[in-house]
Every structure is written in C-alpha cells, then in structure tokens.
C-alpha cells in the first residue's frame, strides 16, 4: 500500500488570498488525483493530475481557481486561488494502486477554513 | 450519468448488533465497487472492493459486502457492531474502466450505542 502525507494538515485563511496544498507519496504513481469534501459532504473528485501532463479538471472545476501541479511521480500540489469562504473544506489527495489491486490509496486530508 | 446513492444518512446500532449500510448505484457497464470508512478527524480507510468473481466480499474489520447486479446494490454488512466501529462509511464506484478516479455516495454515518 502507499503511504501519503499532506501538507498543512490544517489551515485558517482570510479570504482572497491562496494556499498551496502538498501531497507526497512514498512511491512512484502515475495517476493521483485530488479531490474536495465540504462540510457534512461526501467527496467530490476536482482532477486528475499525471506525471508530464495537465490535469484533467471535473466539471464545475476550473485551472484558474485550483491550479495542480504534478512535477514527479511521487508529489503534487493543490492550489485554492483567491479563497472564498465557500472553499471551506477539506481536500483529500489520492494516488492510484498497483496495477493488479487497482485500489485507491487517500492522504489524511488538509483542513481548510476560509473566514 | 454514473451515481451512488446511499439511502440512510445516520444508523444507530447497538453494540453487539448486526449492521448493514445500504448502497445503490448507476453505472453504464461493469462497476467497480468500493467501501470506505472515515473516522473522526482520520483519513480513508478501504474497508473491502469488488472488481470481479465471487460477488461476496470479504473485508476488513470484519465487514463483508455482496454485490448483487440484478438490484445494482453492493451493501456492507457486519455480524457484530464494536463501539469502535462509529464512524462516516462511504460507498464508491470506479468513473472509469480502469476503476480509478472514484464516484462517492454522500456517506452513512454509523453511531454505536451501548
């Protein structure tokens, strides 16, 4: 299994501002993938994101507002652009299994208030 | 469009008691299954999935679900429900044929009496 960490596990932001979310894998992965829990919500996937490639954005999402990079096979970054309080949430980033157990592998999350 | 829907948003069991989360959902070819389990404050757990083969499935913890077509129904089911076993379980279909990027259900929320 694959183990992934997130970076801030937590944060408080002012509205209009930014804030890049990490997420690094303990293996090389093709596919990761990002995704958004609001509140009392269940998951909504944002992206897609592969090594050497631009993301693959879900309807309702746009690169403006959650820009992703994917610079190797083993991290990537999330970016909330000009933060509304609506961006409250929590963002989860996954990572794809072996090819055999094709099982999704998710990162604690990262807590995000917006005031 | 593909959807998952899980029926009953709050289930009070007692401990001990047997369980079964609902899960229902619409997919245009051959779906892959999933269960997750999210603790308070915790990240994603794979409880069990379902790619293919015997349609009971044997997970984690205990938990076991049956994927039954005729009824596009994959419900988790658990013989003896543990105090620690209160958390958000969500069900989730593969968007795509090689089962990655994933579909939620809006989640059960499982609390445990004593």
């Known amino acids: 299994s694959a183990v992934i960490s997130q970076k801030p596990s937590r944060d408080i932001c002012q509205r209009g501002t930014s804030l890049t979310i990490q997420c690094q894998v303990d293996s090389q992965v093709t596919m990761m993938f990002w995704y958004r829990q609001q509140p009392g919500q269940s998951l909504t996937l944002i992206a897609t994101a592969n090594q050497g490639s631009e993301a693959t954005y879900e309807s309702g999402f746009v690169i403006d507002k959650f820009p992703i990079s994917r610079p190797n096979l083993t991290f990537s970054t999330l970016t909330v652009s000009n933060m509304s309080p609506e961006d409250s949430s929590i963002y989860l980033c996954?990572?794809?299994?072996?090819?055999?157990?094709?099982?999704?592998?998710f990162g604690p999350g990262t807590r995000l208030l917006v005031l | 469009a593909q959807s998952v829907t899980q029926p009953d948003i709050h289930i009070t069991v007692s401990e001990g008691a047997s369980l079964e989360l609902r899960c229902n959902y619409s997919y245009g070819a051959t779906p892959y299954l999933f269960w997750y389990v999210q603790s308070p404050g915790q990240g994603l757990q794979l409880l069990l999935k379902?790619?293919?083969?015997?349609?009971l499935v044997q997970g984690i913890k205990g938990f076991e679900a049956e994927f039954k077509r005729s009824q596009s129904s994959f419900n988790l089911r658990k013989p003896s429900v543990h105090w620690s076993d209160a958390a958000e379980y969500f069900c989730a279909v593969g968007a795509n044929q090689a089962g990655t990027a994933l579909i939620f259900g809006k989640g059960t929320t499982l609390s445990v009496s004593s």
């Open positions: 379902y790619f293919s083969g015997d349609t």
């Open positions: 996954s990572v794809e299994g072996s090819t055999k157990s094709e099982t999704q592998y």
